[in-house]
């Protein structure tokens, strides 16, 4: 932790003149404010960052880690700290030392859960149960490019503290071993679709409710999830869900801009809950398939049609049928039968807005949680009784799925 001394300890000539105010920001304590207006003179020549190696870079990494926890940025200020701390990371190939600790399960035996690009094991971490999820790395062709993708998911998502957003425990990585592992808490009661599945009285409209909140905070800090789905959303022991799967997180550089970080990998993601202009870009103008606010507000319709029906969109299709379908402007049809009472009137309206082809048109994640709520506290349906055959169409935990592939494709 940074050793802040009392207010006042710093003259203002050392804003002015001397060494670069990196070298400053490197070399002692600061009280908050100075490290705040440190921070923003150090922006102002991102070329004596990029020349930062070894000790120094690593002192630096802490520092700006060190900011992020405790000072109370500015959001665009928070914003380029947090781009700036990922590409620092990703290029020297170092951790904030906060974050690294060893590796916390016994990988002798076969994990738990395994996927196409991890395999997640159960191990303890001080005194309680973990989940590690260790990253399948195919090849070292691009090793370089793996590390950096790695680092980038884990800084942003460490820097995430809220109920309902899984917290990062800490990071094991060692390239000379091809060894990249996030450690989590152990959730017991898994996703959120097999808790439906063996949950059939839970409240379907809280758990939802937690999504948006998540959702909510998740963007006041700058971030797009880019990736939500049912898989991605995990249940804790309170039967509180808690968003997970941060493998496509982007980071918004200025959140009045619509331009989001590099650390996207166009055409990334998962068919079903992708909105059209990530499917396509160019048939809507648009440069790239960076995911927004936007189209986080698209997934999250996906995400309230799958919790309540309990089957996943388009269940009836396979992927590449849905990608034209979508990009057709056909949307999923309204359920019937058992699970259609949850699907009134006004519900239905919502969820045909978040799934608008135009993305300006979509509501704000704030007005769909704002609509949940209200329902949750207005009226709660019986829970419909879901067929046993149904498959979700995932692995529970496969909360990877969609991450740059190990061969090096970032």
């Known amino acids: 932790m940074m050793d802040l001394p009392p207010e006042g300890s710093c003259d203002e000539d050392d804003f002015g003149s001397g060494p670069p105010a990196y070298r400053r920001l490197i070399s002692r304590s600061f009280t908050q404010t100075e490290v705040t207006r440190l921070i ?29 926890e405790r000072i109370d940025l500015s959001p665009q200020l928070r914003g380029e700290c947090l781009n700036t701390l990922c590409k620092i990371c990703g290029r020297r190939a170092l951790l904030p030392r906060s974050a690294a600790i060893p590796l916390c399960c016994d990988r002798s035996g076969t994990a738990l859960y395994q996927g196409g690009f991890a395999d997640v094991w159960k191990g303890e971490h001080q005194g309680r149960q973990v989940a590690v999820e260790v990253l399948k790395v195919y090849s070292r062709s691009n090793i370089e490019k793996i590390t950096s993708r790695f680092l980038w998911e884990v800084i942003a998502w460490k820097s995430l503290h809220h109920p309902n957003v899984l917290p990062l425990l800490g990071v094991t990585m060692d390239q000379t071993l091809s060894l990249f592992a996030t450690t989590s808490e152990w959730m017991e009661n898994g996703n959120i679709n097999k808790f439906i599945k063996n949950h059939q009285d839970a409240n379907r409209f809280e758990l939802l409710n937690d999504v948006a909140r998540g959702l909510v905070y998740m963007h006041s800090q700058s971030m797009i999830h880019g990736d939500l789905k049912g898989i991605n959303i995990l249940i804790d022991q309170d039967g509180h869900a808690c968003l997970a799967g941060f493998s496509l997180l982007t980071i918004v550089s200025d959140p009045t801009s619509p331009t989001v970080s590099s650390s996207y990998r166009g055409g990334a993601g998962t068919t079903r809950w992708m909105s059209p202009e990530l499917l396509d870009p160019d048939q809507y103008g648009i440069r790239d398939s960076r995911p927004t606010k936007e189209s986080d507000a698209y997934a999250l319709g996906m995400v309230i049609l799958e919790v309540l029906s309990g089957r996943f969109p388009f269940s009836q299709f396979r992927d590449v049928v849905v990608m034209r379908m979508v990009l057709d402007g ?8 058992p699970e259609g009472v949850w699907f009134t009137d006004d519900l239905w309206r919502l969820l045909a807005s978040c799934w608008e082809s135009q993305r300006e048109r979509r509501p704000t994640i704030e007005a769909i949680l704002e609509f949940l709520e209200h329902i949750s506290s207005a009226w709660q349906p019986p829970a419909p009784q879901v067929d046993e055959d149904v498959e979700m169409g995932e692995d529970d935990w496969d909360i990877r799925t969609t991450t740059s592939d190990s061969s090096g494709s970032a």
């Open 40 to 68: 923003e003179k150090a922006f102002t020549r991102p070329d004596e960052i990029d020349d930062l190696r070894g000790d120094d870079a690593q002192t630096f990494i802490d520092v700006l880690d060190e900011a992020l």
């Open 330 to 337: 056909i949307r999923p049809e309204r359920p019937n039968g």
